[in-house]
């Protein structure tokens, strides 16, 4: 059935590959974003790759509760995803309140608003962050939060609220998907990862080296216990983490929150990523090992099989797609959505 849905974030990596797949799917879509952290180009990308225009766009605060009232009101919204958050970890560390009242604060106004307005169907962006500092794998959605940084402490308390809030108002319907390591990008080459400033993380750092950006990658520590002494990560593909989101519309029918782990199960080592990366390039990347970087993990994978189980689903995409498709775009957008 056609949702009318109010995608959050939808301009940024995750989300504009999730607009995509929802106009495919027959869903009529509205994205409020500020572009914070995303360019408005992203957009046009989606339209052009859908094929169909979304029903509005706004540029907007997500903490901006007239803004959120006036798009309720003129729109017959029956779902929000909502991804729009602060994303990097260290920064999280030197301007906390900035991610609590973004991230947290935002959450709560986009959940009155949502409530006030009687839209009860939510997906939320989490994340593997929230599992902290363990080292059990593979990791199940009951497995202890322990989060380590602001960033995350702000995913886990937004997973708290929620389920509050759905204890407090038994129409409310919250899936939480906690998504590992997503990368890649729509394999039209047309949409992908444009992170402002130097990246944080490892793919697009990866990606920036290639096209000559950068120098050389830092390899964050290889005197790890794993196989090659690199940190390991369930690298998911942003289509099926788009995918994903599509499907869990479908399953917003039960009260309550349910939690979701989305990744692939499998693992791989940061050595592992950039030689898959260099096929996908055709030669070497240049990179330097260095010293660890604070709060990393040896090895963090999903057990997916909660949501195999749930909805039949699982990823279809594998790292070598995943590394062909995030050259594709970095190669026809050397600098990102800006133009050449
Ligand atoms: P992104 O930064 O590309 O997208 C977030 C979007 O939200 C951006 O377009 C940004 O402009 C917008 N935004 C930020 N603050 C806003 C505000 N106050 N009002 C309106 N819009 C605002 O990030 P992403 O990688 O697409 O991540 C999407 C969501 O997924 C986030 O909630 C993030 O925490 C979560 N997540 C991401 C990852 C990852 O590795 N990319 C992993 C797990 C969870
Ligand atoms: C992956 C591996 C690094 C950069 C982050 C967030 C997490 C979630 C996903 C949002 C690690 C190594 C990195 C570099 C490197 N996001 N690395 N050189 O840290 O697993 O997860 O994104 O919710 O919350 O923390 O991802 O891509 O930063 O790092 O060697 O220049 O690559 O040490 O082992 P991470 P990442």
Redesign the pocket.
Known sequence: MPHTVLV????????SHTVVELLDHGHEVIV???????SPYALDAVTKLAGRPLAAVYR????DRGALDAIFTSHDIDSVI??????AVGESGRIPLEYYD??VG?TITLLRTMHDHGVHRLVF?????IYGDTTTVPLAEDEPAGPTNP?ART?HLCEQLLADTCARHGELSVIAL?????IGAHPSGLLG?D?TGVPN?VLPYMAQVAVGRLTELPVFGADYATPDGTCVRDYIHVVDVADGHRVALDHLDEPGLSVFNLGTGSGASVRELLAEFSRAVGREIPHRVESRRAGDVPVLIADPSRVATAWGWRTTRDLRQMCADAWRFQQSHPRGYQPL
């Open positions: 959050t974030g939808g301009a940024g990596f995750i989300g409020l974003d500020d572009h914070s952290n995303s907007a605060d997500l903490r909502h991804f729009a958050a602060k994303k973004i991230n935002g962006s989490s994340s593997c962050s960033y995913k906690r998504y590992f390591n997503p990862e992170p993380n």
